[in-house]
């Protein structure tokens, strides 16, 4: 048996891919961005929603329903790492990879 996609997760790592905002996307969806945070945790999206955020994100339906396994590899450490893709978070990574490389380079 073929397991199903999670879309929420779909949704997120493209989301982050495209360098969206989890705020943007719900003012444009008309919704809070809780209720988008929401909605990226949960295994199934209904495929009306899912046809505004492709139009809204402009993407195929089909990219949201199943990504390309290049694109979320990519994105799975920054989604592990800063769920909620804060400017913040990203400084911070930032600062940490510095840091890291000044170490090795003493």
Same mark, same amino acid.
């Given at each position: 048996?073929?397991? %199903?996609?999670?879309?929420?997760?779909?949704?997120?790592?493209?989301?982050?891919?495209?360098?969206?905002?989890? @705020?943007?996307? @719900?003012?444009?969806?008309? =919704?809070? #961005? #809780? @209720?988008?945070?929401?909605?990226? #945790? %949960?295994?199934?999206?209904? /495929?009306?929603?899912?046809? %505004?955020? @492709?139009? =809204?994100? +402009?993407?195929? =339906?089909?990219?949201?329903?199943?990504? $390309?396994? /290049?694109?979320?590899?990519?994105?799975?450490? !920054?989604? +592990? +790492?800063?769920?909620?893709?804060? $400017?913040?978070?990203? !400084?911070?990574?930032? !600062?940490?990879?510095?840091? %890291?490389?000044?170490?090795?380079?003493?």
């Amino acid at each position: 048996m073929m397991k %199903k996609p999670h879309l929420g997760r779909n949704l997120s790592r493209i989301r982050l891919y495209y360098g969206m905002k989890q @705020a943007t996307l @719900a003012k444009a969806l008309g =919704i809070s #961005q #809780q @209720a988008v945070s929401k909605m990226e #945790q %949960k295994n199934t999206i209904g /495929d009306e929603l899912l046809l %505004k955020i @492709a139009k =809204i994100m +402009d993407v195929k =339906i089909s990219l949201l329903k199943k990504p $390309d396994p /290049d694109l979320v590899q990519q994105n799975s450490n !920054v989604q +592990d +790492d800063f769920e909620n893709n804060t $400017d913040m978070g990203l !400084v911070i990574e930032l !600062v940490k990879r510095l840091l %890291k490389n000044e170490k090795k380079n003493k």
